[in-house]
């Protein structure tokens, strides 16, 4: 079952712009991770965020964690050509399961 | 330092076959998970592998099998084929209880 939910599903903007994914989730968790997956091959780890932090920035990246609204963001800044790819939020559910549980991913096509 | 590798690419098979795919993990990882994830799904836990046993497991049948050796290499086995286990397998790596690394995964199709 789908753990996380990313909203919206698809995502179009023009190279400069930003891009903002939302990440809702159901029970409780560990930590929230980020992962980008270029034309269905393998995810590339983005970021992580622990459920004690509420921001964390990486380069073009700022992510936030609202544990109180269970749900989270991912803000790319100045966006390019290459940033086109799908998202994906996974989280380890709280309690000592590390299996990553991801929701269905935004898919973002910036146009140059 | 080579990542996550997996083997192979792409791998065609019938219904009721059986299919090895196969995993080697980024150097000083120990852990290794498997994830399937069909055409526009977000991909779905399969089990986790460390210390050579089956530490967690997510839902599926028990045709899926697998296995991890003394060198933390991993094999993801699946028997009597159905249409429906085409996906992209994706298998990952990590030390325990840090951020698990994906591999290019491997394409099955199952005709």
């Known amino acids: 079952s789908q753990q996380g939910e990313e909203d919206p599903q698809a995502l179009s903007i023009q190279e400069g712009e930003n891009a903002t994914m939302n990440c809702s989730y159901k029970?409780?968790?560990?930590?929230l991770q980020w992962y980008r997956q270029n034309s269905g091959r393998g995810l590339v780890h983005l970021i992580l965020?622990?459920?004690?932090?509420r921001e964390k920035h990486s380069g073009r990246l700022r992510v936030t964690l609202d544990t109180s609204k269970k749900s989270s963001s991912l803000l790319i800044t100045a966006s390019r050509a290459a940033d086109t790819a799908s998202y994906f939020c996974?989280?380890?559910?709280?309690?000592?399961?590390?299996?990553?549980?991801f929701g269905k991913g935004t898919k973002l096509t910036v146009n140059p | 330092d080579a990542g996550v590798t997996q083997s192979p690419t792409h791998l065609i098979k019938t219904r009721g076959q059986q299919v090895t795919l196969r995993c080697s993990p980024k150097?000083?990882?120990?852990?290794v998970s498997w994830y399937q994830q069909a055409l526009g799904q977000g991909p779905q836990f399969i089990f986790q592998?460390?210390?050579?046993?089956?530490?967690q497991r997510g839902n599926f049948p028990d045709r899926f099998s697998g296995h991890q050796f003394p060198n933390y290499s991993s094999e993801l086995n699946v028997n009597a084929l159905l249409l429906g286990d085409s996906a992209l397998y994706l298998c990952?790596?990590?030390?325990?209880?840090?951020?698990?690394?994906f591999g290019a995964g491997t394409r099955l199709s199952v005709l």
């Open positions: 990952a790596s990590s030390t325990i209880k840090n951020i698990q690394y």
């Open positions: 996974a989280t380890d559910v709280q309690g000592g399961s590390e299996k990553l549980v």
């Open positions: 592998y460390y210390e050579e046993e089956e530490r």
């Open positions: 029970t409780s968790i560990n930590n």
């Open positions: 965020i622990r459920s004690n932090e």
């Open positions: 150097s000083g990882h120990d852990t």
